[in-house]
């Protein structure tokens, strides 16, 4: 597939990511209060402090694990953090400071992960980091649903499994540009064809457009068959390749000698 076009799908792929920055930036917006610097907690104060703050802004990712989040999160862990550190040897003006230089750490962290991740996913190997990266938020949502405070408003379906949890949400992002786990190099090389049945329809006139489409797009898995049909509509939708008829039909033609080298696996 030509560059232009080859950047198309990418874009695809790029834009289905846009999300993951949103609840970082909106926690970044909501900490307005200075820090001051503190020396009086522990070591592990200091710990249990950055841990709450962690299962907080991951929270959101849990829930778009699969998992089951209180919508009243925030509040409640307010609330029970407070009760839990009361007993500490903490000035309650020092103890808010520690929290909010805490979540601002860890709001900021998951912000450069989250969009460094998003902005660099342009080849197959960048974009399939996305999956570990989210068995790693996975598996620290499993850690939520064992702690004292989170046990009660993080929980996790029966038999969840962060590979698969993650797996399964990396692949909701991946598969408009076909690099989903379950796209194999014959549904990637088949949906390349239907996008170019989709971008040359206006030069290679509709009768051969609807032929390769019925051909090409046809699948007993309803996924794969959309994926078909979703390719051919971005391909119906670009304003921007505008092919000759001579540029179709190489493109055409080099689809065909990927479908031919890569047979029905």
Not at 110 to 115: G, M, V
């Amino acid at each position: 597939m030509p560059a232009k076009a080859k950047g198309n799908r990418i874009s695809v792929i790029t834009n289905g990511c846009a999300w993951l920055g949103y609840f970082v930036r909106v926690g970044v917006l909501a900490i307005a209060a200075s820090i001051v610097p503190a020396v009086a907690q522990t070591q592990a104060q200091q710990d249990r402090i950055d841990r709450v703050s962690r299962f907080a802004v991951t929270s959101s990712i849990c829930g778009r694990l699969g998992m089951t989040v209180d919508p009243r999160l925030g509040d409640k862990v307010e609330e029970a953090f407070n009760a839990e550190a009361s007993s500490w040897s903490l000035g309650r003006d020092t103890f808010e400071r520690l929290k909010q230089a805490s979540i601002d750490r860890a709001v900021k962290s998951s912000a450069i992960d989250l969009e460094t991740a998003s902005a660099n996913a342009k080849t197959e190997a960048e974009l399939r980091r996305l999956r570990t990266m989210f068995v790693a938020y996975g598996r620290m949502c499993v850690e939520a649903t064992t702690d004292p405070i989170f046990s009660r408003l993080i929980t996790a379906p029966a038999g969840f499994d962060p590979q698969t949890a993650a797996t399964a949400f990396a692949d909701s992002m991946l598969e408009g540009g076909g690099l989903a786990s379950w796209q194999t190099p014959a549904i990637r090389a088949r949906g390349d064809m239907m996008m170019s049945a989709g971008t040359c329809r206006k030069r290679i006139g509709k009768d051969r457009s609807d032929a390769l489409a019925a051909r090409f797009g046809r699948s007993e898995e309803a996924r794969t068959r959309e994926y078909y049909l979703k390719s051919f509509d971005i391909g119906l939708n670009d304003t921007e390749m505008n092919f000759t008829l001579a540029q179709c039909n190489r493109l055409i033609s080099r689809n065909r000698l990927e479908i031919e080298k890569v047979g029905t696996k």
